[in-house]
């Protein structure tokens, strides 16, 4: 079909490019399609992890609870009646409480300590401890516990709450520090300096600026290393020997029987409220998790 312009001229009219085949490109369709199998694949995964929460929320108010997702027929509150004592729940969780708070607090502030250095300074020998550091987070911590019940036992730390509080915090002061550093580095030296030309020491300077700054960083290591020894069985089942000094985490153990019966909805309840204080934890940070350093504004001039 051709068309006539102003002048007099006559040439074809231009038609819509659609390809080939006069349909729209493939490509669309193609990338639709990869969207929908990447977002299957992700329910997948949701689905994976929510299935076991469903099934602690669901059998802990069912009295005749078992290993099937179901909604109780009978809702009941006597799985927590049952497990809510002095000897299943309050001990055990306090003591989890002290080990685990204790151990927290060492942890974090011997990493933001051995992380300082790390950080602004530059030495020859930093590169192969940071490396030596990530090796160690690497270590299965089954590996070492027989020299370490050993050693307990001759130092005479063994059955101690205090002393399974420092191994944990050792176990854990590894990846803690690699996680400071790198925290760390996103803070201005220049802060630092400002503070030291008023007369701050290097200590007055990481207690009131650095660390100030990069507090959201130093709460992921807190959340990090706390649910980290929150959920650790085998370390204080192997040095606390005492049954008034074992965390939550062992006592849970009590919930499966000698002869392979299990007890699913006390079990599925003392879950519930044995994660509560890691979720709690969690839930108080998260709006400080995610504001991010607060550095706008802090270097004028």
Not at 2 to 20: E, I, L, V
Not at 29 to 37: I, M, N, P, S, Y
Not at 48 to 58: D, E, M, R, T
Not at 234 to 263: C, E, H, K, Y
């Amino acid at each position: 079909m051709t068309t006539t312009d102003p002048r007099g001229r006559t040439g074809a009219r231009p038609q819509p490019h659609r390809g080939t085949t006069g349909r729209p490109p493939k490509r669309n369709t193609r990338a639709r399609k990869g969207r929908w199998q990447a977002n299957l694949a992700l329910l997948t995964v949701a689905a994976a992890f929510a299935l076991p929460l469903v099934w602690l929320v669901l059998s802990s108010v069912d009295g005749g609870a078992d290993l099937r997702v179901r909604p109780p027929t009978d809702p009941t509150l006597d799985n927590y009646s049952a497990v809510l004592t002095d000897e299943i729940t309050f001990t055990p969780m306090l003591n989890s409480l002290l080990l685990c708070g204790s151990a927290t607090a060492v942890t974090v502030c011997c990493a933001a300590l051995a992380a300082y250095p790390l950080s602004r300074h530059r030495a020859r020998f930093s590169r192969p401890y940071l490396l030596t550091i990530l090796f160690a987070t690497s270590l299965p911590i089954t590996a070492i516990m027989v020299p370490v019940y050993g050693l307990f036992v001759q130092v005479e730390l063994i059955d101690t709450v205090w002393g399974t509080s420092l191994f944990l915090a050792t176990a854990q002061l590894p990846i803690a520090i690699w996680l400071m550093k790198n925290f760390m580095d996103g803070v201005p030296r220049s802060l630092e300096e400002a503070a030291w030309t008023d007369g701050a020491s290097a200590m007055q300077a990481l207690g009131r600026i650095v660390l100030p700054l990069m507090a959201p960083g130093v709460m992921v290591v807190t959340v990090f290393s706390f649910v980290a020894m929150w959920g650790n069985f085998f370390v204080p089942f192997m040095l606390l020997l005492s049954p008034d000094r074992m965390p939550a985490s062992v006592s849970i153990f009590t919930f499966f029987g000698n002869t392979g019966q299990v007890a699913y909805g006390q079990l599925a309840a003392f879950s519930m409220i044995y994660s509560t204080p890691a979720v709690l934890l969690y839930v108080l940070i998260a709006r400080r998790l995610g504001s991010g350093f607060a550095l706008g504004g802090a270097v004028k001039g």
